[in-house]
């Protein structure tokens, strides 16, 4: 807190130490957008000195990517210009490898019973268009010299995620470099034990702590409607084929191929591929990877089947074997329940069940208020950046529904205006209340940075996109989301609103 009010002088706006504001800074969804537009908006937060005075950053989805990319280095705030250079470099540079995602592939479905398509999707998706498969682990980012706003990263429980639950205090879930787990009702557990094999608060089996390549691809799990997702996975799904064809061949080279069940088998699944629709893709493949499985797996118990070109086969079945299930069961953020048979937790559908499906936040709220809003937290100023490609006020209104049916303090807000202003926004909005957290709201692409083209920049930065953008399309994004605050009318509007919480 002492780093905050020394910050706060600096902006000549002093308080007692008893009195400093809690401020938090929200990143909304939107996939790539959202990465690289929070990337600008934190660096023009800290050249106009105002970074230092937040004392919570909160992201989903595509905002936890940009997070976790800067979070690995405690001093980030003073270093965004280079980090932000490394950012456009990584992301236009391409380093993707095919060899990489198998390998990862390959030891999540060995080393993880808990095997989602999460795994597929992060390993998978998410490197390619990051350009980025990140071992490290959120718990190192864990730092107890507050050079930095404390990061929360936003998920939700898809098990009981619905409609009317959207709303609910229930399915809201928080990573934090010290801790994971359900705010209501009150469950965490030690970030280095997430996904561990607990038994009412007993450690049972610790398991490796997930790696932010994982986490990146639960935090960012719903950039497109399921039916395009599906789509995506089996394109995908495609390239893994036509790399199964040729090690099928290699493997068989030194066998008579006619006199192989085995490889007649390979031969037919192969084959069919191509022929089926996609919708009959997902189901037929289970069925004939099943009876491919057990009949490779009987021939593999030939000695000369675990030794290479014919490992190379089974590794690489297992996988779309694994891949093909899930897709017909769509089973998504899988993890052991740590709050399992906890008889301290009053939620019986919570620890009833000893496995958890955690997904992207966005598909309940795509900005974390709920996170940043509870009460221990005590934060009275938020800086909402709202990188959604539908309506911007969608946030902002669902928080205010969200509020208002959990009894948490929240302003009023003008709907009839912000339904006026939805596809033609302005730049900032303030809502505010006695008795309340006061709220600026900053829409990406507004009537100010976009001068009468929102909807050309919008179609130009997709949610849903497989590949990265040019290095010159990186910094036109990053240069709008910093006009959003080097604005001197905004600037001056939101030191206004710094000024009046720190009274």
Same mark, same amino acid.
């Given at each position: 807190?002492?780093?905050?009010?020394?910050?706060?002088?600096?902006?000549?706006?002093?308080?007692?130490?008893?009195?400093?504001?809690?401020?938090?800074?929200?990143?909304?969804?939107?996939?790539?957008?959202?990465?690289?537009?929070?990337?600008?908006?934190?660096?023009?937060?800290?050249?106009?000195?105002?970074?230092?005075?937040?004392?919570?950053?909160?992201?989903?989805?595509?905002?936890?990517?940009?997070?976790?990319?800067?979070?690995?280095?405690?001093?980030?705030?003073?270093?965004?210009?280079?980090?932000?250079?490394?950012?456009?470099?990584?992301?236009?540079?391409?380093?993707?490898?095919?060899?990489?995602?198998?390998?990862?592939?390959?030891?999540?479905?060995?080393?993880?019973?808990?095997?989602?398509?999460?795994?597929?999707?992060?390993?998978?998706?998410?490197?390619?268009?990051?350009?980025?498969?990140?071992?490290?682990?959120?718990?190192?980012?864990?730092?107890?010299?507050?050079?930095?706003?404390?990061?929360?990263?936003?998920?939700?429980?898809?098990?009981?995620?619905?409609?009317?639950?959207?709303?609910?205090?229930?399915?809201?879930?928080?990573?934090?470099?010290?801790?994971?787990?359900?705010?209501?009702?009150?469950?965490?557990?030690?970030?280095?034990?997430?996904?561990?094999?607990?038994?009412?608060?007993?450690?049972?089996?610790?398991?490796?702590?997930?790696?932010?390549?994982?986490?990146?691809?639960?935090?960012?799990?719903?950039?497109?409607?399921?039916?395009?997702?599906?789509?995506?996975?089996?394109?995908?799904?495609?390239?893994?084929?036509?790399?199964?064809?040729?090690?099928?061949?290699?493997?068989?080279?030194?066998?008579?191929?006619?006199?192989?069940?085995?490889?007649?088998?390979?031969?037919?699944?192969?084959?069919?591929?191509?022929?089926?629709?996609?919708?009959?893709?997902?189901?037929?493949?289970?069925?004939?990877?099943?009876?491919?499985?057990?009949? $490779?797996? *009987?021939?593999?118990?030939? &000695?000369?089947? !675990?030794?290479?070109? /014919?490992?190379? @086969?089974?590794?690489?079945? =297992? +996988?779309?074997?694994?891949?093909?299930?899930?897709?017909?069961?769509?089973?998504?953020?899988?993890?052991?329940?740590?709050?399992?048979?906890?008889?301290?937790?009053?939620?019986?559908?919570?620890?009833?069940?000893?496995?958890?499906?955690?997904?992207?936040?966005?598909?309940?709220?795509?900005?974390?208020?709920?996170?940043?809003?509870?009460?221990?937290?005590?934060?009275?100023?938020?800086?909402?950046?709202?990188?959604?490609?539908?309506?911007?006020?969608?946030?902002?209104?669902?928080?205010?529904?969200?509020?208002?049916?959990?009894?948490?303090?929240?302003?009023?807000?003008?709907?009839?205006?912000?339904?006026?202003?939805?596809?033609?926004?302005?730049?900032?909005?303030? $809502?505010? *209340?006695?008795?309340?957290? &006061?709220?600026? !709201?900053?829409?990406? /692409?507004?009537? @100010?940075?976009?001068?009468? =083209? +929102?909807?050309?920049?919008?179609?130009?930065?997709?949610?849903?996109?497989?590949?990265?953008?040019?290095?010159?399309?990186?910094?036109?994004?990053?240069?709008?989301?910093?006009?959003?605050?080097?604005?001197?009318?905004?600037?001056?509007?939101?030191?206004?609103?710094?000024?009046?919480?720190?009274?």
């Amino acid at each position: 807190m002492e780093n905050v009010r020394q910050s706060l002088h600096k902006l000549k706006i002093d308080c007692s130490q008893d009195n400093v504001p809690g401020i938090a800074v929200l990143g909304s969804g939107g996939g790539l957008r959202a990465m690289i537009a929070l990337q600008g908006t934190l660096r023009e937060l800290e050249n106009q000195n105002l970074l230092g005075i937040v004392k919570y950053l909160c992201g989903v989805s595509g905002s936890t990517w940009c997070m976790s990319y800067l979070y690995k280095d405690e001093d980030w705030p003073k270093k965004l210009p280079t980090l932000e250079d490394g950012l456009c470099e990584k992301l236009a540079g391409g380093s993707w490898k095919m060899s990489k995602v198998l390998d990862a592939l390959g030891a999540a479905v060995d080393e993880d019973d808990e095997y989602s398509l999460t795994d597929f999707w992060a390993y998978a998706i998410i490197y390619e268009v990051l350009n980025e498969l990140d071992e490290t682990l959120l718990s190192e980012q864990a730092s107890e010299k507050g050079k930095a706003p404390y990061p929360i990263y936003a998920a939700v429980d898809g098990k009981r995620l619905t409609e009317a639950s959207k709303t609910s205090k229930e399915i809201w879930f928080e990573f934090t470099p010290h801790e994971a787990g359900f705010p209501s009702p009150g469950g965490f557990v030690s970030t280095t034990h997430f996904g561990s094999e607990f038994e009412n608060a007993e450690l049972k089996k610790k398991n490796k702590e997930k790696n932010i390549c994982y986490l990146r691809g639960l935090w960012g799990s719903a950039l497109a409607s399921s039916e395009e997702i599906k789509k995506a996975i089996i394109d995908y799904l495609e390239q893994l084929w036509s790399i199964f064809e040729k090690k099928v061949d290699a493997a068989f080279l030194q066998e008579e191929k006619n006199q192989s069940e085995t490889y007649r088998m390979l031969s037919v699944l192969k084959d069919k591929w191509n022929l089926l629709s996609q919708d009959a893709q997902v189901q037929d493949y289970v069925t004939l990877s099943e009876i491919l499985e057990k009949e $490779f797996a *009987e021939t593999a118990k030939q &000695t000369h089947l !675990h030794e290479e070109p /014919f490992i190379g @086969v089974w590794k690489l079945l =297992k +996988i779309v074997d694994k891949i093909l299930h899930l897709l017909y069961t769509w089973t998504w953020g899988s993890n052991r329940n740590f709050l399992y048979k906890c008889r301290d937790i009053q939620s019986g559908d919570l620890t009833n069940d000893d496995i958890i499906s955690l997904v992207d936040a966005a598909l309940a709220i795509n900005s974390a208020y709920p996170l940043i809003l509870r009460p221990e937290r005590k934060v009275n100023l938020i800086l909402s950046f709202d990188f959604s490609s539908g309506d911007p006020f969608e946030t902002v209104k669902m928080a205010a529904k969200y509020c208002m049916e959990n009894n948490v303090p929240f302003p009023k807000i003008d709907e009839k205006t912000l339904e006026k202003d939805k596809d033609n926004p302005e730049d900032c909005y303030i $809502f505010k *209340e006695e008795n309340a957290p &006061t709220v600026i !709201h900053i829409p990406l /692409f507004n009537r @100010v940075n976009c001068e009468g =083209k +929102i909807k050309e920049w919008k179609d130009k930065y997709s949610t849903f996109r497989l590949s990265s953008y040019t290095d010159q399309e990186i910094r036109d994004l990053l240069r709008v989301a910093k006009q959003n605050v080097s604005n001197p009318k905004t600037k001056q509007r939101i030191l206004a609103e710094i000024q009046n919480a720190a009274k």
